[in-house]
């Protein structure tokens, strides 16, 4: 036990999850990996504090759809490939409390999506095309570059 205590000591503080848009801006991530996490996304919230955002991590590429329902923020939703290039981003998504809630699928396949508070993307230069840098978020963006 003590062991485990020392290496982690000498390892240092492990890295908060983030994002850096292109800009610069840095992005504090809560990061969804499981399938429940990543159901629940951001749910049942009034605010998304600045600065903030979620980062939902998928096991492959796949045009993963996303809706709103019980979200009660208008969120930016940006989809990502494997190596952290933006593939889609759909801005200023509207809450959803009704039944049905309408799905948003991205042009192409993507490995993870980032919800932001809407209007982000726009003010930080996320486009498709553009490469934001993770850091702190295991094996996001994939090693050696592969999606």
């Avoid at 848009?21 to 009034?46: I, K």
């Avoid at 709103?68 to 940006?78: E, G, P, R, S, Y």
Wanted: hydrophobic residues 50%; aromatic residues 8%; neutral net charge.
């Amino acid at each position: 036990m003590l062991a485990l205590i020392l290496a982690a000591a000498i390892a240092g503080p492990v890295p908060t999850p983030a994002f850096v848009a292109p800009d610069g801006d840095r992005v504090l991530l809560e990061v969804a990996v499981s399938d429940q996490e990543r159901a629940l996304g951001l749910m049942f919230r009034d605010v998304l504090a600045s600065g903030r955002g979620m980062l939902f991590l998928f096991a492959s590429e796949e045009r993963w759809s996303f809706w709103m329902k019980n979200t009660f923020i208008t969120l930016d939703m940006v989809w990502l490939d494997g190596r952290g290039v933006v593939v889609d981003v759909r801005a200023n998504v509207p809450p959803c409390r009704l039944d049905p809630c309408p799905s948003y699928l991205p042009a192409k396949a993507a490995r993870a999506v980032v919800e932001v508070n809407a209007g982000y993307a726009a003010a930080h230069g996320i486009k498709p095309g553009v490469t934001l840098r993770f850091d702190g978020v295991q094996g996001y963006p994939a090693p050696g570059g592969k999606p």
